[in-house]
C-alpha cells in the first residue's frame, strides 16, 4: 500500500516522518527500495538529530546508497507539498545532452519532464552532494559479532528446517557463521548461532522483530535472545573472534 507523505521539509512532516519510522528500518517493506531514495531526494538537507529515528533511516539510506546502491521496487510514496519525484528521476539523472534537446524544443507548450533547476533545488543538490562527499571521508562502517539464540515452539520443531529458514535470510551487511544446537530441556533443543553484521546496515533488533519472529520464519521459531554483542575493533579481531566461536562450537559439540 502506497505511503504518503505532507510538507516533509517542514518541522512538522519531519516529525511525522520520524514517528512513523519509529517501528520500521524502511519507508515499505523489510529492505531498502525506490521508496526509500525518493524520501531521501526529497529531503532539502539531512535531518537533525533529534528526530532520532529519520536522523538513522537518512544516514543508513545515505550508506547504502554509497556502498551498494539500492534495487527494491518499494509499495509506491507520495511526496505532498513539494515538487513531485518520479521514480526515472530518483534513478536517474537528466541525461547530459538536455540542453542540446532543450534547444531543438522551443515550442512553450511541450513538457519538460525534469524542467530547470531553481536556485533553492541547485542549492540542496549541492548541500546533499556535500554532505556524502563529507561522509565518504569518514572511516568505514564499524562490525559487531553476535551471538544469539533461536528457540523452536516444542520437541516436535524440524531444527534442520529452523536453521535453514534463519540462514534463508540475506540482508546487505550481514554474514551468518557456525552455528550448533543446545539441548534446553524435554528433548527440546535450541540453535545458538554466530552472525556477524555491519552496524550501519544491520539492526538485530530489527532482524528478530521483522524477519525470524515474523511470517514465514514464526512457524519454526518462538523466540530470539541475544546472548552477546561485540563491536569488532579490527579485522585482526575480527579474525580472532571468528577463531575463538569456531573453538567454542567445536568444543562443545565434542562434550
Known sequence: MAVTFHDINSAAGLKKLDQYLVTRSYITGYQASKDDITVHAALSKPP???FVNAF????HIAALLRISGVSGEGCGVTIEGSA????EAVATPP???SKASAAEDDDDDDV???GEETEEEKKAAEERAAAVKASTKKKESGKSSVLLDVKPWDDETDMKKLEEAVRSIEVEGLHWGASK???VGYGIK????MLTIVDDLVSVDSLIEERLTEEPLNEYIQS???VAFNKILSEWFEDLSAKLMHSYFVSSNMA
Not at 190 to 193: E, V
Open 95 to 97: 541525461a547530459g545532452d
Open 181 to 183: 544446537l543446545v539441548p
Open 190 to 193: 535450541k540453535l545458538t548461532i
Open 224 to 226: 530470539c535472545d541475544i
Open 112 to 114: 519538460d519532464l525534469f
Open 48 to 50: 537533525s538529530s533529534e
Open 84 to 87: 513531485p519525484i518520479t521514480g
Open 56 to 59: 538513522r533511516w537518512y544516514n
